[in-house]
């Protein structure tokens, strides 16, 4: 069975704490990416990455980063935590190759809280 | 540029009654087409995809959509809805062949009323 695991499912960080947001598939899939989902504004992509150590910026990368070093992980970093990045942080992935639909698998998201 | 644009930010629906939940896409080129389902504190599920073939889609739990490309829409159905179905759900397209993000809809929360 296909799965996209995100380390943490929920979190409570401070105002200019540096946060990391872990997320491993196992389909040995080229693309991942993060979203971060908020009420009434749906699904906005912040980076993704087609490959190791490639990454490219989605509509909302301001305040955030991302890394990949390896194929099967894809780590968003908050460098200064605020208030206004509380929010549900999505991971998916998706396979490009000669079958590629563009469908993403999802993890099942990590809330995060700045006070 | 692709677009998606979800008619209803909510649909209340009482249980075992039909619903629709409203799709419509902008696109110059051809596209694949899918509806997620989120149930609340998880993350998303594919509940259906059009990529090709036959314009009528059946997915998981009951649900169907059309796929209409003359008026480029791409409405999900269920003929009876249970509770559980209680849920938001994401419409999404991404052009043929391109590798490049899925464009999402800003989704639409159904909730089922007993």
């Known amino acids: 069975d296909v799965k996209v695991t995100q380390s943490s499912r929920y979190l409570v960080k401070r105002t200019g704490e540096k946060v990391f947001l872990e997320c491993v598939q196992d389909?040995?899939?080229?693309?991942m990416f993060w979203y971060r989902q908020d009420p009434g504004l749906g699904l906005r992509l912040i980076y993704f990455s087609y490959d190791v150590k490639m990454k490219e910026k989605g509509d909302i990368p301001e305040g955030y980063s991302v890394s990949r070093e390896k194929k099967e992980r894809f780590s968003l970093i908050l460098e200064s935590a605020s208030t206004n990045q509380t929010s549900m942080y999505l991971c998916a992935s998706s396979l490009i190759r000669e079958t590629n639909t563009g469908e993403l698998f999802f993890g099942e998201g990590s809330r995060l809280t700045v006070l | 540029a692709q677009s998606v644009t979800q008619l209803d930010s909510q649909v209340p629906v009482f249980e075992e009654a039909p619903v629709e939940l409203r799709c419509n896409y902008s696109?110059?080129?051809?596209?694949?087409l899918f509806w997620y389902v989120q149930y609340p504190n998880q993350g998303l599920q594919l509940l259906l995809k059009y990529l090709s073939g036959s314009t009528l889609v059946k997915g998981i739990n009951g649900f169907e959509a059309e796929f209409n490309k003359s008026q480029t829409s791409f409405h999900l159905r269920k003929p009876s809805v249970h509770i559980s179905d209680t849920a938001e759900y994401f419409c999404?397209?991404?052009?043929?062949?391109?590798?490049?993000?899925?464009?999402f809809g800003k989704g639409t929360r159904l909730s089922v009323i007993a």
């Open positions: 389909m040995d899939h080229e693309n």
């Open positions: 999404a397209v991404i052009p043929v062949g391109e590798n490049t993000p899925l464009v």
């Open positions: 696109s110059s080129v051809s596209v694949y």
